[in-house]
């Protein structure tokens, strides 16, 4: 069982930035794991934004937030990062952390095994 517990969430302006991170009960050392940061607007479906290996430095990003958000991991403190630059109004949601076993970096959220309980992040134009 995976614990995972997100912090940093909060309300910035547009253009501005924030920093997500997600401290993990047991880090994964399988090399066909992989965590990501997944996203949920209101009114809408979840939406995967990144993903990283658990093992390994590959990354993945949605289209919509390439080049704008990085997600990255620190393994000697168990926790999962996303730096978040150039928020746009339309990035508000609530943002969840969450774990998977499989293979491939995944953004498509049905992938997931396990979640944390979701930090709010809140872009105002």
């Known amino acids: 069982q995976v614990q995972l517990t997100e912090s940093g969430g909060g309300s910035v302006q547009a253009g501005g930035s924030l920093r997500l991170s997600c401290l993990a009960s047991v880090v994964s050392r399988f090399r066909n794991s992989s965590y990501g940061w997944i996203r949920q607007a209101p009114g809408k479906g979840r939406e995967g934004v990144a993903s990283?290996?658990?093992?390994?430095?590959?990354?993945r990003y949605a289209d919509s937030v390439k080049g704008r958000f990085t997600i990255s991991k620190d393994s000697a403190k168990s926790t999962l990062y996303l730096q978040m630059n150039s928020l746009k109004p339309e990035d508000t949601a609530m943002y969840y952390c969450a774990a998977r076993r499989g293979y491939g970096l995944a953004l498509d959220p049905l992938l997931f095994d396990y979640w944390g309980q979701g930090t709010q992040v809140t872009v105002s134009s």
């Open positions: 990283i290996e658990a093992v390994g430095s590959g990354t």
